[in-house]
């Protein structure tokens, strides 16, 4: 089973330029999120998504956009990256939005860094 | 105030040895749960163990298990005879309530030395 897939691994992009994270989970899950992860630190929550057609910020979602494209995509946009969004972007979901236990998958992750 | 506070940056370890990874939480919430995950140099997350607030038992998964100290807000990852793959970064996390994130702590980098 795939899990969680999460696209691109690596990026490099210019202040200013814009761009798309993908992510699609396979196990059928109705919430999703993205979490940004900067050196030396846990994960922060950016976007959530508790089920489909509907999107909720975090804790950190200044500079981001997220859209629930159905119930097994939801991407994360960057309008116009800068330095301070470098970091590494786990997509994750689980079956409900409380998740206990082994009940969250996390995808692989997406090193962006911006120049 | 921090709500996961993880107070180890770093530990070496002998191979073989026990190994106790500290994680003090702070909530009013009677109802949470807590997570550890191991992050490995290549970057992925990976689920260890977790604990909810009303359980009764400490739990346990093969080497791991966790001392839950709920009056003093602890909840330590014991990692018994530890191996060479242990090397990572351990994360505690914490989920209050009805609130859909996980708080993380700031991870303690754990390397085991052969």
């Known amino acids: 089973n795939a899990g969680v897939t999460q696209t691109p691994k690596f990026q490099v992009l210019k202040t200013g330029q814009s761009m798309t994270l993908q992510c699609a989970q396979d196990?059928?899950?109705?919430?999703m999120y993205w979490y940004r992860q900067d050196p030396g630190m846990g994960l922060r929550l950016i976007y959530y998504s508790a089920s489909e057609g509907t999107t909720d910020k975090g804790e950190v979602p200044n500079g981001y956009n997220v859209s629930r494209l159905n119930k097994r995509e939801f991407s994360l946009r960057l309008e116009s990256a800068a330095p301070s969004q470098t970091s590494v972007y786990f997509c994750?979901?689980?079956?409900?939005?409380?998740?206990?236990?082994?009940?969250?998958?996390f995808g692989e992750g997406s090193w962006l860094t911006v120049v | 105030a921090q709500k996961i506070t993880q107070t180890q940056p770093g530990m070496f370890v002998q191979e073989k040895e026990a190994v106790t990874l500290d994680c003090t939480y702070d909530?009013?919430?009677?109802?949470?749960?807590l997570f550890w995950y191991k992050q490995p140099s290549s970057g992925e997350m990976i689920f260890l163990i977790y604990q909810g607030s009303y359980d009764q038992q400490n739990a346990t998964e093969g080497r791991y298990s966790l001392n839950f100290q709920k009056a003093r807000k602890s909840a330590n990852l014991v990692i018994s005879a530890s191996q060479l793959g242990d090397s990572a970064m351990y994360f505690c996390?914490?989920?209050?309530?009805?609130?859909?994130?996980?708080?993380w702590g700031a991870g303690t980098k754990l390397i085991i030395k052969p």
């Open positions: 996390a914490m989920r209050e309530g009805g609130n859909y994130q996980l708080i």
């Open positions: 909530t009013s919430d009677p109802s949470y749960g």
């Open positions: 196990m059928n899950h109705n919430s």
């Open positions: 994750a979901s689980s079956e409900w939005a409380l998740p206990t236990g082994n009940t969250i998958y």
